[in-house]
């Protein structure tokens, strides 16, 4: 017997119900009361889960964007730290005094050099 014959004979199939190949066969879930108080508190814990998490995350942002400000002002006081000591510099102050507010030591005699096609400029005093 050839292996066509045997699986296209009636006696193969017998006692099976033939089911169409296009209809699913789908079994009907279950759910025990067990199961039901486990996905109701899987719910609830999920739910009650919701506001910290975010609250969390909202946090966790916040404090980067703080550290980020932290460091720059950390390099700003740096900053200012140097300007302070750059300025205690005798040398430094007599620099400024000549150049920004245009004063001379005793003895000396000022010029301003005045361009004869424009307004004068004054110095950059920072």
């Given amino acids: 017997m050839s292996s066509r014959a045997a699986a296209t004979s009636p006696a193969a199939t017998r006692g099976k119900a033939p ?34 998490t975010r609250a969390y995350v909202e946090q966790q942002a916040r404090l980067a964007d703080l550290e980020e400000e932290a460091t720059a002002l950390a390099e700003q006081n740096e900053a200012l730290r140097e300007r302070v000591i750059d300025l205690s510099d005798p040398k430094t102050l007599e620099r400024m005094a000549r150049a920004c507010l245009g004063m001379v030591m005793p003895g000396e005699t000022a010029y301003v050099v005045i361009p004869a096609d424009a307004a004068p400029v004054p110095p950059e005093c920072g």
């Fill in 19 to 52: 089911t169409p190949p296009h209809t699913a066969h789908h079994a009907r879930v279950r759910l025990t009361p067990r199961a039901a108080v486990l996905v109701f508190s899987v719910f609830l814990v999920g739910i009650f889960a919701i506001g910290p």
